[in-house]
């Protein structure tokens, strides 16, 4: 059999039926191979780094992996970016990378790298050395990317190989399973001291969403009357909002009063996180020194916090166990007091926030944001690239729910906002999705403004304009002896709408709240992708800042 064929056919054969990529003369059988289907799609980007982010938030918002495909050498380096943010994400997906061909590996032949070089970027990096073999290497690939821990996986495939006509073995079946199970002895310790707590709290992380495990941290959160912190990854598995467990967001702008529900707590659940230095502030914040820290990773027991219970497991079979033992105890805090612990903290995190409520243009961000917030279905997928507004909305932006809201974690990367956002649509084409990006993020993928509307993608992109790095520009002058604004480009102002409008987007432009709320809602209800500029304060207090004061 055709290879090229065989790879594609195998793809769907595991229900992955979107393939972003860029092409080159080296993807073309494969390309050729994609054409002769209707049940897989190419998705062809403006730049390689693109093309990892838009796979990373296609299996973001759906839980299920798509395919990537780039050429050696730069196609593969551009995409490292995207891989390395999906890696510790714990985000699925299968990036097929073709190789140099054997017979001139090391001789330098064009866009060569060693296929070593992404070891370390990737949950596995395996490289197909016979044709005969092709389907299987791609079978177990599939496999490892999805098992738990999920990330992506690398497949290098020679160009020479691609195009060969050999009998391609058949697959065996191989498990997705990881930890089925959880010891009964940690499960029983872990409800012994969680239920004699008077004051527990919960910290959930982005395993409980890979896990589908939203559901499973609402019961126990009910059973213990503990409030909800989430991590970064974490925003989301239980709906931000009022009447609800969710207190807020460890991050660096986390309120005072977030820190010392954590602090005062006298027991913790962490469940679904690494305890990352991002989060954490390298280990800095202050958690209770009894906790039960359940995670599928080894090495994160003991990462910062020495836990009083480690437990290896999936999130959603341990906090089913968990629930089950609480249910044979009784627990000290009886009915609780959770939604009102939490509530108190949501509201001191918005006291704080009130008096960067404006109306006058140029708004805040915080002003920004709670106007998006306000115009946009509940419902809607929003994915959100990083930069200070997205500091600020991890207070300010209330998530619905666990693949309704995506943003990168501890990697951080600039210039995922709008690819996701286009990897979320095609995953959820009757959906609303819609795209909050700074200037500085969105410049570093503009480009993809014209692969929404090539793709007739109705997705709407938000894009606060600073005309500054206003983070980078604030410690500049704040830390070291640089003026402020240093990092700005005030005196070179770029003209969003009509950027956007010559790559064939309708665009607008929103400067007050009202005006936000009006245009967007309006946005959301066409059918074709919309950019609405929102001009934002570049002289803002920052997040860090701002929430600690």
């Not at 001139?104 to 073999?133: A, F, Q």
């Not at 697959?171 to 990881?178: H, I, K, L, V």
């Amino acid at each position: 059999m055709d290879v090229s064929r065989g790879v594609i056919e195998r793809l769907v054969e595991n229900g992955i039926d979107t393939v972003f990529g860029v092409p080159g003369t080296q993807t073309l059988p494969l390309n050729e191979a994609i054409e002769t289907r209707d049940d897989v799609r190419f998705v062809m980007a403006r730049h390689e780094t693109a093309v990892s982010h838009q796979a990373w938030g296609y299996a973001e918002t759906s839980g299920r992996p798509a395919a990537t495909v780039v050429v050696p050498g730069p196609g593969d380096m551009n995409a490292m970016n995207g891989l390395k943010n999906a890696y510790n994400d714990c985000t699925p997906l299968v990036h097929l990378a073709v190789e140099t061909e054997p017979e001139i590996r090391g001789g330098d032949g064009i866009h060569e790298t060693p296929p070593e070089t992404y070891d370390t970027v990737v949950k596995d990096n395996v490289l197909v050395e016979r044709p005969e073999s092709t389907t299987v290497v791609l079978e177990e690939a599939i496999a490892i990317a999805e098992t738990p821990p999920k990330g992506p996986v690398r497949v290098g495939i020679p160009k020479s190989v691609l195009t060969m006509d050999v009998p391609l073995a058949t697959p065996g079946t191989y498990s997705r399973e990881s930890i089925t199970s959880v010891a009964d002895r940690d499960i029983t310790t872990a409800a012994d001291v969680l239920a004699a707590a008077e004051e527990p709290v919960i910290v959930a992380g982005g395993g409980v969403r890979a896990a589908g495990a939203s559901d499973e941290l609402r019961r126990v959160a009910d059973r213990l009357g503990a409030p909800v912190v989430t991590t970064y990854k974490g925003k989301g598995v239980l709906p931000d909002g009022p009447d609800g467990y969710v207190a807020g967001t460890l991050s660096s702008s986390a309120a005072p009063e977030l820190l010392e529900l954590l602090a005062d707590a006298d027991a913790a659940l962490a469940v679904g996180t690494d305890f990352d230095a991002v989060a954490t502030r390298a280990w800095s914040i202050d958690l209770p020194d009894t906790l039960v820290h359940v995670t599928l990773e080894s090495d994160d027991l003991g990462t910062g916090y020495e836990p009083t219970v480690g437990i290896i497991a999936d999130a959603a079979v341990a906090l089913s166990a968990l629930k089950s033992a609480l249910d044979d105890r009784t627990v000290a805090t009886g009915d609780g007091d959770a939604v009102e612990r939490a509530s108190a903290v949501r509201q001191a995190t918005s006291d704080r926030l009130a008096d960067l409520r404006t109306e006058s243009s140029p708004i805040t961000s915080v002003s920004a944001l709670e106007a998006v917030r306000e115009a946009i279905p509940r419902e809607a997928i929003v994915t959100v690239d990083a930069g200070g507004f997205r500091v600020w909305g991890l207070n300010a932006f209330e998530a619905a729910g666990p693949r309704s809201y995506v943003n990168p974690g501890s990697w951080a990367t600039m210039g995922t906002g709008l690819p996701s956002g286009i990897g979320a649509q095609f995953a959820n084409p009757a959906d609303d999705v819609v795209v909050l990006t700074g200037d500085g993020g969105l410049l570093m993928c503009v480009h993809e403004l014209h692969t929404a509307v090539a793709e007739e993608l109705p997705l709407t992109v938000v894009v606060f304009v600073n005309e500054d790095y206003a983070i980078i520009s604030d410690d500049a002058d704040r830390n070291y002896d640089l003026e402020a604004g240093t990092y700005g480009w005030a005196d070179a102002p770029i003209d969003f709408v009509g950027l956007a409008e010559s790559l064939g987007l309708r665009a607008e432009r929103a400067a007050t709240p009202a005006e936000i709320q009006s245009r967007l809602a309006a946005a959301i209800d066409a059918d074709e992708p919309v950019v609405l500029a929102v001009p934002t304060d570049p002289r803002e207090p920052q997040a860090s800042d701002w929430m600690r004061e």
